[in-house]
């Protein structure tokens, strides 16, 4: 007998010592990821061939202390490799792992691969040869600290490729991992299932293997221990044949109905090609199906629900993951009472959207992502509360304060956005302390900005918190989830706001006072249009008429649009970055402002200031409260520096002409004394400047009125 290691994901190794067991596997002993035993040819074969659960099996041929390359290299020479196969055969070393002296497993594998080349030319053979994508012989070297293992690969390759599945999804589930999750899922041969989010099927594919008793590798088609030196040809012959019969058989003999549904036909051809190919074809039933709309077909009395529904950004947003949760827990409670349902993930979060109490759990990797399988029985009593509720008693349960200040804001607001003919608006800024974010209308879209919590909440309470918000806001606006966009804010210096996020580029255009504007709710922190500053915009129209307009920090170029359109003389938009002078000549564009009245100047504002010499009738100013860009010669900081930014604006100034100067730091103070050495005014139109939508926020901005003194 052989001592051997069994290698499988860290969760499943009691379930994998249980497997073995019924494979014959005498007193199999669990370790970090995987499981040792001893055992002769035979029951290695049947192992290989029938575990559902091991990634791999490695005959251990050392395990020893590894300090350096050096213990490695000896360790590796130690091993009669002779005994175990030909110099003819191809070989790869597959090295995991690294130590304080052993930092590169690229370096530890040339190390192992030397030491079993010398060992056969000291015995004068030939020299075995290396091949990475041929390789007869796979050698398995694990390192941890100072310990290794030195073995052979009895497969040559993961147990999870059983040869159905040559296409994936776009977030593939293991076989092996798959397999654990039937396992676990409380489902037995004799009942049916059904997985509503079926992707390309693995689930389902592997609950039909084990119901026909089908070994999970009897479609491969070579073993890394054919190659050995003690491979029994007859024995192995004579295992496969037997359960090539027991495959064909089991198929004949199910009873089990087994369900695939999933709302992508090009999937669904793929999961259909993979059950064909696995020979289960004829057991599994495909159809398109909506997991929030999943119907339960006739047969299904104490039927089994499993499913691995997306969970991560790949697959799909966070809202909308989030409401997909939702109405897959409330159909499941509708249509599935008296059933059970084993759902797998990696988000509790989005697990809590269900709105079921699970009767067990297990944690278990999907890859290196740790991952909760639920487990849930559907009780009458879910599906008497979602049918007296008509089906949105969510609604009811989900952060009800929040909930009931959403709808009063939305009565309130969304009456006055109605009457100004505005598009875009806000619903919400932080109205209850332990729900800190923002809410924003775009049209038909919904923009999140979570607040950063904090220091004191947990992070977990946060992330709670938030997908509460998001489920809510999304019932009680009604707002597709794909519509609803989520993002971070955090305290923000300079103009690292403006710093991309993504590269969707997907914009709308949105009305705002008689004026088009272009809006991008992806790709960057804030959406090109400050919301808080539409009053302010509104009046900079109402002042331009025959005036010469400056727009310095201008962003987006609303401000200028706003300008033109009130009929301004001629309008000059200067920003340093040219991604949003681009974005202000399209809104300008789009508003039919276009000609050689309206400028755009791509500069840093204050050093631009110091040396223009045109002058202007109306000159609206926004700077940022902080800065120390790069592309700037020194820092600004706006309470420090608005009377020498005063004193270059006076210059270009004409008598009689306005400033309009703006800007969010909550404490700000204007220093009238200074202000009125300079001969200018200053009037605070701060309230006035204030729309409804922001009137709990009454420091978002403040805005002056600085004209020649009298």
Known sequence: MNQYLAVTSNGLENLLVEELKQLGIDNPKPVQAGVKFKATNEQIYRACLWS??????????????????????????????VNHFHSSKKFVVDFKGTNREIRNSQYGAMKVKDGIVDSFTK????????????????????????????????????????????????????????????????WDASKPLLDPMCGSGTLLIEAAMMAANMAPGVNRQSWGFESLEDFDAELWAEIKSEAAVQARRGVKKVTAKFYGFDNDKYVLKTARENARRAGVESLIQFEMGDAAQIKRPKEFEEGVIVSNPPYGER???????????????????????????????????????????ADKQYKLNN???????????????????VTQSGGHDEQNLVAPDFSNRLKKNIG????????????????????LPEYNVAIDVYLDHIVIQEYAAPKNIPEETARRRLTDIIRATIQVTGTEANKVVLKVREKQKGRSQYQKLSQQSETMRVHEYGVELIVNLHDYLDTGLFLDHKLTRRRLGEL???????????????????????????????????????????????????GRQHQFVQADCLQWLEKETNQF??????????????????????????????????????????????NNKRQFKMDMDALAELGLDAKNISKQTLPLDFSRNKHIHNCWLVTHKN
């Open 315 to 357: 697959l799909g947003t966070h809202p909308g993951l989030i409401a997909l949760y939702t109405a897959f827990g409330a159909q499941l409670k509708a249509e599935f009472p008296g059933c059970k349902a084993s759902i797998f993930s990696s988000s509790d979060e989005l697990l809590s959207c269900l709105r079921m109490r």
């Open 544 to 594: 331009a008429a025959g005036k010469d307009f400056l727009n310095l920090f201008a962003y987006t170029g609303s401000g200028s649009v706003h300008a033109a359109c009130g009929g301004a003389k001629s309008t000059t938009t200067v920003d340093m970055s040219n991604t949003y002078l681009e974005w202000a000549k399209e809104n300008m564009k789009l508003n039919g402002q276009v």
């Open 412 to 431: 309130k607001i969304g009456k006055w956005a109605k009457k100004e003919n505005l598009d875009s608006y806000r619903i919400y800024d932080a109205d």
């Open 617 to 662: 009738d109306l000159i609206f100013i926004d700077p940022p409260t902080f800065s120390n860009s790069k592309r700037m010669e020194q820092s600004f900081d706006v309470q420090r520096d608005h009377i020498q930014l005063m004193t270059n604006l006076k210059r270009l100034l004409r008598e009689g002409g306005t400033i309009v100067f703006s």
């Open 52 to 81: 559902r659960l091991a990634s791999r099996f490695v005959r251990v041929l050392s395990e020893f202390t590894c300090n350096d390359d050096m213990d490695l290299y000896l360790a590796t020479t130690a091993v009669n490799w």
């Open 367 to 385: 890859g290196a992502l740790p991952c909760h399988q639920k487990n849930y029985s559907i009780s009458e009593m879910a599906r008497d509360n």
């Open 123 to 186: 015995k004068d053979l030939p020299r075995p040869s290396i091949s990475k994508d041929h390789a007869d012989l796979r050698i398995h070297v694990r390192l941890h600290r100072d310990k290794a293992i030195l073995g052979i690969d009895m497969v040559g390759g993961g147990l999870h490729q059983r040869g159905y599945r040559p296409a994936s999804g776009k977030a593939p589930l293991r076989e092996t991992l798959a397999a654990a999750i039937i396992l676990r899922c409380g």
